[in-house]
């Protein structure tokens, strides 16, 4: 479905990549190591993030008390959906690489190197949990497939215009959405509140094709 698959996008989402931990043949610092961490076979220095108090036990010396609220409130939401949130070492990272969310497996992971900064912590988790809220906007995050939530137009053209000068063509729809989200207090919270509640389909109006393929596939009746 055009405008509706989303494929492998190296900064922020990625659908494939399996290798066991010393295995990686590229190394650390590369989409192999990874694609070991997103499935699971690299676990070593990968922590669980359930609460703003486990970021509190990593960063002791930063204060995260402004963002605490909306950072929880997702992380449940998140829960009900089957998404966990996981920190994880530097090394398993592409070089530049802050964050990454798995449309397999459903959990996105964040670059221990860059989480100590609050107002860098918040971007990474609402553009990943875009993500998660796009991949329930598909009719289900048991899928590999995601679809953008607002009409293209509807994004600040500053974001468009940032994400074309990173990301191939084809990934700049979902990408423009989940950038401007990012920069936005309580846009993922409340859309990752939909899915779970399982209004996402009457609180967020579908595209014409998403709603064709949910029409298609069962999801709207």
């Known amino acids: 479905m055009k405008k509706l698959l989303f494929g492998l996008l190296g900064s922020c989402l990625l659908t494939t990549a399996v290798l066991a931990e010393g295995k990686i043949s590229k190394g650390f610092y590369s989409m192999d190591s990874m694609g070991c961490m997103i499935t699971r076979e690299c676990t070593k220095d990968v922590r669980r993030i359930q609460s703003i108090n486990d970021i509190r036990k990593e960063y002791p010396d930063s204060d995260f008390d402004a963002i605490a609220d909306e950072f929880d409130s997702m992380l449940v939401s998140l829960d009900k959906i089957g998404v966990m949130v996981f920190l994880g070492a530097e090394k398993y990272f592409p070089v530049g690489h802050r964050g990454v969310y798995h449309t397999v497996s459903n959990n996105f992971y964040l670059n221990d190197a860059f989480m100590k900064r609050p107002s860098v912590l918040m971007t990474v988790m609402r553009h990943e949990g875009w993500h998660a809220a796009q991949d329930c906007m598909a009719g289900t995050i048991k899928n590999s497939m995601i679809a953008i939530i607002k009409p293209e137009e509807d994004v600040p053209k500053l974001w468009r215009e940032i994400v074309e000068e990173s990301y191939p063509k084809s990934a700049v729809p979902w990408e423009a959405e989940a950038k401007w989200a990012g920069k936005t207090e309580g846009m993922t919270a409340k859309a990752l509140k939909s899915c779970a509640a399982g209004t996402m389909w009457t609180d967020y109006k579908p595209t014409p ?13």
């Not at 094709?209 to 009746?221: A, N, P, S, V, Y």
Request: aromatic share 16%; no cysteine; charged share 45%.
């Open 209 to 221: 094709l998403t709603e064709k393929w949910l029409r298609e596939e069962g999801f709207i009746k």
